[in-house]
């Protein structure tokens, strides 16, 4: 599954819309809007769970070996503390550390670079 084609491009589209997802919150937005937000950061974090462990089931130790794995498994785990466990100003934090992602897709995009 971690070596089908569309894996990492799909994960890729993933990033992109996490990114934008967490820079579109903004002052007075409304509480649909809020909903919405938390719905699909939810679902965003479900499936780059789903990537980090089937890139273990895949990879076992072997995972650790690359940077940017290490890289994806701190950010998975800081996702899911500020989603359930860092409230207040240490969850702002936090979720800004997700933004991060954003490194691993300029490093793997060429044109990006």
Not at 11 to 40: K, P, R, W, Y
Request: charged share 15%; proline share 2%.
């Amino acid at each position: 599954l971690v070596n089908h084609r569309w894996f990492d491009p799909f994960i890729m589209g993933c990033i992109v819309l996490n990114t934008a997802s967490l820079a579109s919150g903004h002052l007075g937005q409304s509480e649909d809007f809020e909903g919405a937000m938390e719905g699909l950061n939810m679902a965003l974090a479900v499936i780059f769970t789903f990537e980090m462990v089937a890139k273990l089931a895949a990879l076992r130790m072997d995972y650790f070996a690359d940077n940017w794995n290490v890289f994806d498994f701190l950010v998975v785990i800081i996702t899911w503390v500020s989603m359930f466990g860092g409230g207040g100003g240490a969850g702002s934090v936090l979720r800004s550390f997700r933004v991060l992602r954003v490194v691993r897709l300029m490093n793997r995009s060429p044109q990006l670079k």
